[in-house]
């Protein structure tokens, strides 16, 4: 059996984004108010780095989806009134906007107003019963024309963590899982990422030692280990 990393030490690299996420953890003194913005190519660990972080919030978590500007905008109006409001025993209301350049132009402006909202609770003392993550793959240069002239605004407002694994980390780690079957896995696959290094072990039958377990983020599965959760209607 495997199973989904509960915490930043079974995660395959990604040093630097998981020592901004903790340094950003311990100057707020905790996480509620933290809003993150989690950017890298598809497979390496952004989404699986969420539910880490929503893991250790321990609270409620809503997953958006972010091309419906209705839901996104419902959402807006929960995380401003959950940061208003401060946490009940240090219970957090956790909201992931996975895929956020789908967000749209209104959508990134209302965002901004909801930033104002928690760095003003915490600018007063206050602890926001509130934790952000937003999670995409795109770039400043690959994203869309109308969140690029936003873009600056928007990510220097968040915890900006680079997301990524390094040929030498990749190389390293499939070596050690793989029993030394598969060595410099970096320069056998197309695409660099974790994901196609798992999809190159399956696809060639490699063994697998239980070293550490296997990510289910990369069995490219379309289940999360966060649900989606619907936010009714006034």
């Known amino acids: 059996m495997t199973s989904t990393p ?8 990604n040093v630097a984004a998981i020592d901004r996420i903790k340094s950003a953890i311990a100057e707020n003194n905790g996480l509620g108010g933290c809003v993150f913005f989690l950017q890298g190519e598809t497979g390496n660990g952004k989404t699986m780095l969420a539910d880490i972080i929503a893991n250790m919030a321990d609270g409620d978590v809503y997953r958006a989806e972010c091309n419906d500007d209705d839901g996104v905008a419902k959402y807006m109006d929960v995380i401003k009134t959950h940061a208003r409001v401060p946490s009940l025993c240090g219970r957090l209301s956790v909201f992931v906007f996975d895929e956020c350049d789908r967000l749209s132009v209104e959508n990134v402006s209302r965002f901004k107003t909801a930033f104002d909202v928690i760095h003003r609770e915490k600018a007063a003392g ?12 795109k770039t400043k240069e690959t994203v869309n024309p109308s969140f690029r002239q936003h873009w600056d605004e928007f990510v220097t407002r ?14 390293e780690h499939f070596a050690k899982v793989t029993d030394g079957a598969c060595e410099n896995i970096a320069w056998k696959i197309k695409i660099h990422s974790v994901r196609a290094a798992w999809e190159y072990v399956k696809s060639n039958g490699l063994p697998v030692i ?4 296997e990510p289910e983020r990369y ?16």
């Open 6 to 13: 509960k915490s930043f030490n079974q995660v395959i690299g």
């Open 126 to 137: 206050k602890t926001p019963s509130v934790v952000v993550i937003f999670t995409t793959a």
């Open 158 to 171: 968040c915890v900006f963590c680079k997301v990524g694994v390094t040929k030498d980390e990749l190389n």
């Open 210 to 213: 239980d070293v550490m377990p």
């Open 219 to 234: 069995k490219f599965s379309d289940n999360r280990s966060i649900p989606k959760i619907s936010i009714k209607s006034a």
